[in-house]
């Protein structure tokens, strides 16, 4: 079982300010997930293979696919400033030169 002191040095490493209201809120908690997490480590996985998800999960994504837009122009105007073809954006490299 946790106790208030081991809540305030995590508190301590963690860098927070608990009032002694959570530090009693927190010590419960914690407590309780610990608790918990000892009746897991008592089951047998010895046969579960490990996962990273409960349920099979794919890629629903499309592949992509290389297509010119008809409306360049629209594009181009749309956009706050233009070069010629491009748009034109702030330099946000070496700020200093």
């Known amino acids: ?5 081991q809540v305030r040095k995590v508190a301590l490493l963690a860098r927070l300010e608990l009032t002694p209201e ?4 927190f010590t419960t ?15 047998d996985v010895t046969d579960v293979p490990p996962t990273t998800r409960a349920i099979d999960v794919s890629n629903v994504t499309r592949a992509d696919r290389l297509q010119p837009y008809s409306d360049r122009e629209a594009i181009l105007q749309s956009a706050p ?14 700020p200093e030169e």
Do not use: H, T
């Open 1 to 5: 079982m946790i106790d208030r002191e």
């Open 22 to 25: 959570e530090e009693e809120q």
């Open 29 to 43: 908690q914690l407590g309780n997930i610990l608790d918990y997490v000892q009746q897991l480590n008592a089951l």
């Open 81 to 94: 400033e233009q070069e010629g073809e491009f748009f034109k954006v702030p330099k946000i490299l070496n």
